[in-house]
């Protein structure tokens, strides 16, 4: 079993809609929880960083972490064709420890 | 802040050539930097973890003559693909996270796209 599951997609939703992407993960050790965004033929890039439970919101974006079911969230609101990437669920033991990803979703946004 | 970038974007060579690809932190220092490849429609799979100062620890099945890895300061992290063919085709992606606070996230650079003829 991967340590972090994720559903690849695609998921295609129209412009405007609210997204939710999850992820799962077997570890209880990890400590620190992220979603990462990348584009085609780009590296990915850090939107969300938590390492509690609970909701973090950035603009259109609320990440949500669920220990006690071992759950990672992230919602998108009134999604946007520029939207459309692979997000990336990751979670870490530690700072110096390598990412534990999950396989990436294929998010469209159609506008 | 927090700017990892990464250098060449997009190399194409004849089989048998060595590669090396450049990994900067721009605007902070890190310790410790780590190397991923991604094939198409697929996740990153960790190759290494680059340690300033000591060797690179490599991950089971990653062959560590193959890929070299250099990480001689702060702030740079570098590897070669010596004798390159064409199963190396593959996008390498870095990333690097601040050194001297644990809390800090990693931060990725914008991938090295490697096309060996």
């Known amino acids: 079993q991967k340590e972090v599951e994720q559903d690849p997609g695609p998921l295609s939703v129209p412009e405007g809609a609210i997204v939710s992407l999850n992820c799962t993960y077997s570890n209880s050790a990890f400590q620190y929880f992220m979603w990462y965004r990348q584009y085609s033929r780009k590296g990915p890039e850090l939107l969300m960083y938590t390492y509690s439970s609970g909701n973090k919101e950035d603009g259109r974006f609320t990440a949500q972490v669920d220990k006690s079911s071992k759950y990672i969230s992230l919602f998108i609101r009134d999604s946007q064709p520029s939207d459309s990437a692979t997000y990336l669920c990751a979670s870490v033991l530690s700072g110096n420890t390598p990412l534990v990803f999950g396989k990436g979703t294929r998010l469209s946004v159609i506008a | 802040g927090a700017v990892v970038s990464q250098h060449p974007s997009w190399v194409i060579c004849k089989s048998g050539t060595s590669v090396k690809i450049e990994c900067r932190s721009l605007?902070?220092?890190?310790?410790?930097m780590f190397w991923y490849r991604q094939f198409p429609k697929q996740s990153l799979m960790l190759m290494a973890t680059s340690n300033e100062g000591s060797k690179a620890t490599y991950e089971q099945g990653v062959e560590k003559d193959k890929f070299l890895i250099n990480h001689a300061s702060l702030t740079l992290s570098t590897l070669t693909v010596t004798s390159a063919h064409p199963e190396d085709s593959s996008f390498y992606i870095c990333?690097?996270?601040?050194?001297?606070?644990?809390?800090?996230?990693?931060?990725f650079g914008d991938g090295t796209r490697l096309s060996i003829l």
């Open positions: 990333s690097a996270r601040r050194a001297g606070d644990s809390n800090q996230p990693q931060h």
């Open positions: 605007d902070f220092q890190a310790t410790t």
